[in-house]
């Protein structure tokens, strides 16, 4: 058995409100494989927005470890951390992040930037990302003159540029009608056939559906973590 891409040992994270803590995470163990498909889910306050930003390298656990890709993360310092960050996580998030005055394949080449890559290299693979998430006819349109299914798909192609080993989905479709939220969860099952890892943290049921595996979060510890039996 190959070493997981994710392997979690008892992570907690607390919080400091004024002089009382608030135990958010109370010791999660987790692995999950290369080329997994994952749903976390979660009544709001199960932990699941901070197991999120803990496993996106968004911040660090209070105490336990996190091995990512053979890496551990979990006592990195803040610019090791953004490093990870670019080259091994590609975040989507509900609310698009888009720089609004910016085209789509400028944003969509800019974590590339940070990897330092050629403006000519940017554009090939921006290009190329855009074309696969069936936008190669708006890349020189900024955010405004796109719709909010179109807006995603910018956002999810610029979460692939890097090729990293987690693709990281927070409510990807929060913002969306049922139609459109169909068509970008359909874009994910793609994603996930080329071989990225997804996780994907929603609060919806008919969401967490399209994912292999679910994971169920309450009170800070794990509930239920299970194959989904839609496919096997």
């Not at 789509?104 to 930037?113: E, H, S, T, Y």
């Not at 890559?117 to 349109?141: F, G």
């Not at 139609?179 to 929603?202: A, D, P, R, Y």
């Amino acid at each position: 058995m190959a070493n997981p891409l994710i392997n979690i040992k008892a992570l907690k994270r607390d919080f400091q409100l004024g002089s009382e803590t608030i135990y958010v995470l109370k010791g999660i163990d987790l692995q999950i494989n290369k080329g997994e498909y994952v749903a976390l889910m979660g009544p709001s306050g199960s932990g699941k927005s901070t197991l999120m930003n803990l496993l996106g390298c968004l911040d660090t656990p209070t105490s336990g470890t996190y091995i990512l890709n053979g890496k551990d993360v979990s006592q990195m310092h803040d610019d090791d951390l953004a490093e990870i960050r670019n080259k091994e996580i590609g975040f989507v998030f509900q609310t698009f992040n888009l720089l609004p005055r910016t085209t789509a394949l400028d944003n969509v080449a800019l974590p590339m930037i940070y990897a330092g890559y050629s403006k000519s290299e940017r554009n090939q693979r921006a290009s190329e990302v855009l074309t696969q998430v069936n936008l190669a006819d708006r890349m020189d349109h900024q955010p405004n003159q796109l719709s909010g299914g179109q807006r995603q798909r910018v956002a999810i192609a610029r979460a692939l540029v890097n090729k990293p080993s987690i693709i990281l989905a927070d409510e990807p479709t929060g913002n969306l009608d049922s139609k459109t939220s169909v068509e970008i969860m359909n874009l994910f099952n793609e994603i996930h056939k080329n071989g990225n890892t997804v996780i994907l943290v929603t609060h919806e049921e008919d969401i967490a559906q399209y994912a292999h595996r679910i994971i169920r979060l309450r009170d800070g510890i794990i509930e239920s973590d299970t194959q989904n039996t839609n496919h096997l």
